[in-house]
C-alpha cells in the first residue's frame, strides 16, 4: 500500500439485516478437510476463533454438506447433519462469538457427476428439503446466518449453466428456468430460519473445470438471474471471481460483485485473489506460494462502494493476524502465503 492509502474503510462497522459486523473483512469459505468422518472438532474451532480475534468481520466457513447421499465423496469434509457434526460446529459458534466474531456456515452439495438431467421430481424435492433442514440446524446451533453454495460447478450452479442443465421440465430451458431449482432453495432456507436470520449466496461465472465459463454474458441476463433470487430471500450476494480487478463485462469497470450490487441494490462481497500477486487458482492447482501484493486499488473501489464486504483467502489461510497487521500497519509482518500452509490449521 502506498503511504497516503488509508486502510480505514475495510474496519468500518457494516450491517445486513440483524448482522451487524466490525469490519468489512471476510473469511472466504476453504475447503481444508479435517474433519474426520465429517465432524469439526477442537482444532477447527481454534482455527476459526484465530481469525475472528485478529478482527476478521466475518467467518464463512469451508464448504459444509447437506445431508444427502451424493453432497460429498471426501470423508474429511464436514457434514452440517448429525448429532456429532452439529454439536462440532456449535463449539466452533461458541469459540468464535467468545472473541467477538460472527460466522456462517456455507451449506454445500458438491454435485452430481456429469449433469442433473437424472433428477427425478421426488430427488428435487428431497434436495431442497435437505438445504432447508442445514438452515434450519445453523440457526439452532447459533450461527449469524447462512451462505448457500451456488458457484463453482456444484450442485446448484450446475442447475443454473446451460452446459450441465439441459432438463425439458421446469428446472431447464431459459435462465429463470434454470434458476428455479436455487430459488426454491433459497426460499425454503428462508422459510426454515425466518425474516431475519440473513441469507447470503454464493455466485460464480466460472466453473472449476472451465474458467471462461458465463452464466449471464451482459448486465441484463445477469438481472433475470439475481432478481427472482433477491425476491426467494437472498441478502446479500457472494460475488466468486478469479481476480477482483477484472471487469465483468465491457463498457463497464464493474467487477461481478459491482455489477450484482447495481443490479439489485443489495450488498455484495468482492473476492479473488486479493492480497496475493498470483490469481488463487494456479496457487491451489499447482501448490506454489505468492509474495503479498498491495491493496490500494481494493480500497479504492471499496470506499466508492463498488462492493460492501471483502473476503480473503489464501492470505488469511497463511496468516491468522492477517486483518490486524494490515489495521495496524504491519505489513512488514505479512506472511507470504506458502503450499505447506494447505498441510496444517493455522
Keep these: 500500500m502506498s503511504p497516503s492509502t488509508s486502510v480505514q474503510a475495510l474496519f468500518t462497522p457494516f450491517t445486513v439485516g440483524s448482522l451487524t459486523l466490525s469490519s468489512r473483512i471476510v473469511m472466504a469459505p476453504m475447503t481444508r478437510g479435517f474433519s474426520p468422518e465429517g465432524v469439526p472438532g477442537p ?39 448429525g448429532e456429532a457434526a452439529l454439536a462440532g460446529w456449535a463449539n466452533v459458534v461458541q469459540e468464535v462469538h467468545r472473541v467477538g466474531g460472527k460466522i456462517v456456515p456455507q451449506i454445500w452439495h458438491m454435485g ?21 433442514d442445514a438452515a434450519a440446524a445453523a440457526k439452532r446451533v447459533g450461527f449469524d446466518g447462512i451462505e448457500l453454495h451456488g458457484a463453482h460447478g456444484y450442485l446448484i450452479d450446475q442447475f443454473l449453466w446451460e452446459q450441465t442443465n439441459a432438463r425439458t421440465d421446469e428446472y431447464g430451458g431459459s435462465m429463470l428456468a434454470r434458476a428455479r431449482f436455487a430459488i426454491e432453495v433459497v426460499a425454503a ?19 472449476s473445470s472451465d474458467y471462461q465459463a458465463k452464466l449471464a454474458a ?3 441476463q445477469l438481472g433475470e438471474l ?4 433477491v425476491e426467494a430471500g437472498v441478502d446479500m450476494f ?3 471471481t478469479r481476480r477482483f480487478w477484472e471487469p465483468e463485462f465491457e463498457g463497464s469497470s464493474l467487477n461481478f460483485a459491482g455489477w450484482a450490487k447495481k443490479l439489485t441494490g443489495k450488498p455484495t462481497i468482492t473476492v479473488g485473489s486479493v492480497g496475493l500477486d498470483s490469481e488463487f487458482t494456479r496457487l ?18 471499496l470506499e466508492q462502494g463498488e462492493f460492501d464486504l471483502v473476503a480473503v483467502g ?9 486483518a490486524a497487521k494490515i489495521r495496524e500497519g504491519r505489513t512488514e509482518e505479512l506472511k507470504p502465503f506458502g503450499a505447506e500452509a494447505l498441510q496444517t490449521l493455522h
Excluded: M
Design 284 to 301: 491451489f492447482a499447482e501448490g506454489q506460494g505468492a509474495q503479498r501484493e498491495g491493496l490500494d486499488q481494493l480500497l479504492e473501489r
Design 238 to 240: 457472494h460475488c466468486s
Design 314 to 322: 489464501r492470505a488469511l489461510l497463511q496468516d491468522p493476524e492477517w
Design 189 to 207: 432456507c428462508r422459510e426454515a430460519v425466518g425474516p431475519d436470520f440473513p441469507i447470503i449466496l454464493r455466485l460464480s461465472q466460472w466453473k
Design 226 to 229: 439475481l432478481a427472482p433470487l
Design 218 to 220: 451482459t448486465p441484463e
Design 43 to 81: 482444532n477447527v474451532a481454534d482455527y476459526y476463533r484465530r481469525r475472528a480475534e485478529h478482527g476478521v468481520g466475518l467467518i464463512v466457513t469451508e464448504g459444509t454438506v447437506i445431508d444427502h447421499p451424493e453432497a460429498s465423496n471426501q470423508p474429511s469434509v464436514p457434514h452440517f447433519h
Design 112 to 132: 452430481t457427476h456429469g449433469d442433473v438431467n437424472h433428477f427425478t421430481a421426488d430427488d428435487i424435492a428431497g434436495l431442497i428439503q435437505a438445504f432447508a
